[in-house]
């Protein structure tokens, strides 16, 4: 695994990169992500029924849930690979899913729903509001529970592939406290959901409605367990985020290098020049960073304290880095570049989406500035 070897990447890490490598190469061509963009789901069912076959799924859930019983670690290569190569499928949304489950969920809703989810169940979350805030305790979605009955309402916002799930998550304030509900999708109507045009088009998100919603008392999610849920669905989240924007900045890199070494200027290729290869050398440079930080990250994911302060280190390098990756390949491909037709605002579009969901470069440091200096 190139230079990762040393901070302790498992064998099942190095084999699952191996096989993610080749299959999100040979399943998402270019040509066909553009594709998808005009496509309703939004991604090929075939795919999603192959990553379901290959079992990336039950990756990290248990094997009493019919799991193979690894860890996040195992994801990420997974994660990365994807992002390399603008795969969008419910992979990331599902996989937290499990993890919100693992997390919080009492053992019928465990076996209920992991089963279904490792043998290939889409799954979402709805937890961002229009305040905008990635603090998840600061939402106004309420519920009212009567008898065996909870009434939801409130509207929740980017709601990624809740056109795919069969299980939705959402988080409400029960009598001021948050707690988490599952919903059956069966149990939202069509007009409950409307689609969001965001920045990332390969995404497909929505903004769902709960007035109106009823479930059974026995679809919250233990309210003992609600600040583990919240710490699993801020970890596990960044950790698949960071894995696919760092899979994105190579991907954006090789599409850079790949124009400065064929594009000619004043009978040169404009490769040579030091202001375009400079910035590309230092954007590598970062690169290696973030995928450093990236598997340290996964490594030490479920040691307390020190797992978080590793996940905030890569969620803020990761986005960085891709962020200006991406805007440096616009820049370099001059007035094509801003254009529709260029392949650098596709990964620049999905690093402001990313950040929009789980926290930009500048929030993870916050975050991380609370956990070393206090």
């Not at 084999?15 to 998808?36: G, H, Q, W, Y």
């Not at 479920?302 to 616009?330: C, K, L, N, P």
Request: proline share 2%; glycine share 8%.
């Amino acid at each position: 695994m190139d230079n990762l070897g040393t901070i302790g990447t498992t064998e099942e890490q190095i084999e699952l990169l191996d096989v993610a490598t080749n299959f999100c190469r040979d399943k998402s061509p270019i040509e066909k992500v553009r594709a998808l963009i005009d496509d309703d789901l939004g991604y090929d069912p075939d795919v999603w029924r192959e990553i379901g076959e290959l079992g990336w799924l039950a990756i990290a859930i248990p094997e009493e849930h019919d799991g193979v019983g690894l860890s996040m670690a195992e994801v990420v290569p997974i994660a990365e690979q994807m992002g390399r190569n603008l795969l969008n499928t419910p992979f990331g949304s599902t996989t937290l899913a499990a993890q919100v489950l693992l997390a919080g969920g009492t053992e019928a809703q465990k076996s209920q729903w992991l089963p279904k989810i490792a043998a290939g169940t889409a799954a979402t979350l709805a937890l961002q509001e229009d305040n905008g805030d990635w603090d998840l305790t600061n939402i106004d979605a309420q519920a009212v529970v009567s008898g065996d009955s909870v009434t939801l309402s409130g509207k929740k916002q980017f709601v990624v592939w809740a056109n795919s799930a069969e299980l939705i998550i959402a988080s409400v304030k029960i009598d001021g406290d948050v707690r988490f509900a599952l919903i059956d999708r069966s149990a939202i109507s069509d007009a409950a959901l409307r689609r969001e045009a965001v920045i990332d088009e390969t995404v497909r998100s929505y903004e769902l409605t709960l007035d109106g919603l009823t479930v059974s008392t026995d679809a919250l999610l233990d309210g003992a367990r609600t600040r583990e849920t919240l710490e699993a669905i801020d970890l596990a989240g960044s950790l698949i985020h960071s894995a696919e924007m760092t899979g994105g900045t190579q991907a954006v890199i090789d599409y850079t290098i790949e124009y400065l070494n064929t594009r000619k200027q004043f009978d040169k290729i404009i490769g040579s020049f030091q202001a375009l290869k400079h910035p590309t050398v230092e954007n590598y440079v970062e690169y290696e960073k973030s995928r450093t930080h990236l598997y340290s990250a996964a490594h030490c994911f479920s040691d307390q304290g020190r797992g978080e302060v590793a996940v905030r280190m890569a969620a803020s390098q990761a986005h960085g880095t891709y962020s200006h990756a991406a805007d440096r390949a616009i820049q370099f491909h001059g007035a094509f570049g801003f254009t529709h037709d260029c392949d650098a605002q596709l990964y620049r579009r999905q690093a402001i989406f990313k950040g929009a969901l789980n926290g930009d470069a500048a929030w993870h440091r916050a975050k991380l500035s609370d956990l070393l200096f206090d």
